[in-house]
């Protein structure tokens, strides 16, 4: 399973765009790169996932450059509530396949 | 988008005792569970995969005979900390994917807090 490495944490202000980069040197060809969020004291949610170039959905973009050794989770325009840890994961999409979390970003975003 | 709900969120015990959390799938089947567990200020362990109507897998050092794991349906995984200790005071996660399902996206539950006294 590839391991990733992402910073530990991260500080912004509210309406500043985010961008959190995680490494991920030994990704597999049938691996996809998925970014989760997690509160305190919750289960971590779903944010985007993707395999190549760029995804976009209605609350981030991902980017992820042609050799796929690392990604970018990009947020636009933070708020307070945006503040968590956001875990970058790599893995195979096959409902047995078990996903391994590294580390995470603490993202503290002030006002 | 599917829910994935545990039971209870939270739990407090005596030294000796056993607990029982549930993990459902609400409007999907899932083959495969997979059970996390976090201490504070940590990321999430994996602890074992539930295989619905056969044994779990359990990841190195976690002890199959103090977590028991049940996967009876393709909604209903139970995890049971046997004789619990203050040291198994932790969040524990379930998660699963849909069976079938095209994105591959893991639904995570909202996490049980056991706290040995």
């Known amino acids: 399973l590839a391991k990733t490495t992402q910073p530990i944490s991260m500080d912004s202000y509210e309406g500043q765009e985010v961008n959190i980069t995680c490494s991920h040197n030994n990704i597999a060809t049938n691996d996809y790169i998925t970014w989760y969020q997690q509160f305190p004291s919750q289960g971590p949610r779903f944010i985007i996932q993707g395999y190549k170039t760029k995804v976009t959905n209605e609350v981030a973009s991902l980017f992820i450059p042609a050799d796929r050794k690392s990604s970018t989770l990009s947020l636009p325009r933070v708020s307070l509530s945006d503040t968590a840890v956001y875990y970058c994961?790599?893995?195979?999409?096959?409902?047995?396949?078990?996903?391994?979390f590294g580390t995470g970003t603490l993202l503290a975003v002030q006002p | 988008g599917a829910v994935v709900s545990q039971h209870p969120s939270r739990v407090i015990c005596k030294s000796g005792t056993s607990v029982k959390i549930e993990c459902r799938s609400l409007d999907f089947q899932a083959t495969t569970m997979f059970w996390y567990r976090q201490f504070p200020k940590q990321s999430l362990m994996l602890m074992a995969t539930s295989n619905e109507g056969s044994k779990a897998t359990y990841e190195q050092g976690v002890e199959k005979d103090k977590f028991l794991i049940n996967h009876a349906s393709l909604t209903l995984s139970t995890l049971t900390v046997t004789s619990a200790h203050p040291e198994d005071s932790s969040f524990y996660i379930c998660s699963a994917r849909e069976r079938g399902g095209p994105a591959g996206e893991l639904f995570f539950g909202e996490g049980s807090r056991l706290t040995v006294l």
């Open positions: 994961l790599v893995g195979e999409r096959g409902a047995t396949n078990k996903l391994i």
